[in-house]
């Protein structure tokens, strides 16, 4: 997908919106924080036929295949079909972000000191699963392995370097950063070394072997969305028939930022997001066609000569230029 050209007021990473409701465009004036527009979504997902999906291709032709792969999947898919997930607001302005990255966090080892890594993979549009595992495979291993390495990339590496810094030196630099950002100035190797700057944040906290939280959302840097998962739950449930059965469930719970679109929006979002869950090979193709953010070009207003011969053209005729009738 070819992306828009940069125009003043835009940003290194985002684009800004020129063309929305008004009532979006005072709303960032409103709610000045993210904490200020902060809404909730709760979901108990029926996993059973999820569960057989990873475990046919994982056997087949995904040998890394997990439920957070296909939660990734989903994830961009909603954004390729509805782009307005994927903005951001900074400096009281509301931007379209021009990539898609999505940042979680990952340990080392599962140990109370095991230590902890962020991985930033970005995805295009028109991504399959089969390309989201290879992609968050690639980066776990990278800043796993520049982890244990030592080497000066990546959100590790930088964050070792700046905890060694005195607490006030610190607090400075981060004020510095964070002011630089609302103005989309803030250095790239902090931005791309930062989980903050992120499409969405996810976490699979069933890994951990307990259920969802409601993850706040971070007032450094530009993520509009936190999505946390549980872990996975057998329950009994009676089917249409009225015969009981067991079903698979997971729960998830998203947090997101109410400025960057309005509600009904982001319940048909969740709602799509549902229905690939549920129907996951959906995921294996790439999408039919990529949606553009319709909001970074203000409308054209027709020249006046256009609407001029436009009005001329609709306007009634007058009697010298009605067409003679013939004489009786």
Do not use: W
Not at 6 to 32: A, E, K, S, V
Not at 79 to 108: C, D, W
Not at 180 to 198: E, Y
Not at 262 to 279: E, N, P, Q, V
Request: aromatic share 8%.
């Amino acid at each position: 997908m070819e992306k828009p050209k940069r125009r003043f007021g835009d940003r290194y990473d985002g684009y800004l919106i020129r063309n929305c409701d008004p009532l979006f465009q005072l709303i960032p004036c409103i709610m000045r924080t993210r904490t200020d527009a902060m809404v909730y979504f709760d979901y108990d997902l029926d996993i059973t036929g999820l569960e057989k999906f990873v475990r046919l291709h994982r056997a087949t032709d995904i040998p890394n295949l997990r439920m957070l792969h296909i939660f990734m999947a989903a994830m961009v898919r909603v954004i390729s079909q509805m782009p307005h997930l994927n903005r951001f607001v900074s400096g009281k302005k509301i931007y379209a972000r021009n990539e898609i990255r999505i940042a979680m966090t990952a340990k080392r080892s599962l140990t109370l000191d095991g230590e902890e890594n962020n991985i930033m993979p970005e995805f295009e549009p028109e991504d399959t699963l089969y390309d989201v595992v290879e992609k968050v495979e690639k980066a776990l291993e990278e800043e796993i392995f520049t982890a244990g390495e030592g080497s000066a990339d990546g959100s590790y590496a930088v964050a070792s370097v700046l905890g060694a810094i005195p607490t006030g030196i610190k607090s400075g630099f981060v004020n510095l950063m964070r002011g630089l950002d609302q103005i989309g100035k803030m250095p790239k190797l902090i931005h791309r070394a930062s989980p903050f700057h992120a499409s969405m944040y996810i976490t699979d906290l069933g890994s951990c072997g307990i259920g969802p939280v409601f993850h706040h959302l971070y007032e450094f840097g530009t993520c509009s969305c936190f999505v946390a998962m549980g872990k996975k739950e057998t329950r009994y449930v009676v089917n249409a028939k009225g015969e009981v059965e067991t079903r698979r469930y997971i729960g998830v719970k998203i947090v997101v930022d109410e400025r960057v679109c309005d509600g009904f929006y982001y319940a048909y979002a969740m709602k799509t997001m549902t229905r690939l869950i549920r129907h996951p090979e959906r995921l294996l193709t790439p999408p039919e066609q990529v949606m553009p953010d319709d909001g970074i070009h203000k409308p054209k207003k027709p020249r006046r000569k256009k609407l001029a011969a436009q009005a001329a053209e609709a306007a009634p005729k007058g009697e010298a230029e009605r067409e003679p009738v013939a004489a009786q």
